[in-house]
């Protein structure tokens, strides 16, 4: 039994900052890769970031310094913190294991940027 639930998604103007939440209940949280995962309308789901069991990142071009991703192992939570957020950014927001295989897929958080 695994959950994924996350939080913090919301509608911003261009330019301005969210804050994502993930509570992980997965098995070996503090051994797994988490990443951040997104689907705009239209498209397909992408990776957005990756952070390792020790706390190295990743990201992907399109986010490359204006998010950061997180995690606090004894809470087992993953944050994605947006900064300068573009139209572009708009998506739903899933977290998950950082690879293959995957836990079962969450809701999602809503993330909407007007412009």
């Known amino acids: 039994q695994v959950e994924l639930v996350e939080s913090g998604g919301g509608l911003v103007q261009a330019g301005g900052s969210l804050r994502l939440s993930c509570a992980a209940s997965?098995?070996?949280?503090?051994?797994?890769?988490m990443g951040w995962y997104r689907q705009a309308p239209g498209k397909q789901r992408e990776l957005v970031a990756r952070?390792?069991?020790?706390?190295?990142?990743d990201y992907a071009d399109s986010v490359k310094g204006r998010f950061t991703i997180s995690r606090e192992n004894a809470r087992k939570m993953v944050y994605l913190q947006m900064n300068s957020l573009q139209p572009e950014d708009t998506a739903v927001y899933y977290c998950?294991?950082?690879?293959?295989?995957?836990?079962?897929w969450g809701q999602g958080t809503q993330v909407t940027v007007s412009s």
């Open positions: 997965v098995m070996m949280f503090s051994i797994r890769m």
């Open positions: 998950n294991y950082g690879g293959d295989p995957y836990a079962s």
């Open positions: 952070v390792t069991s020790t706390g190295n990142t």
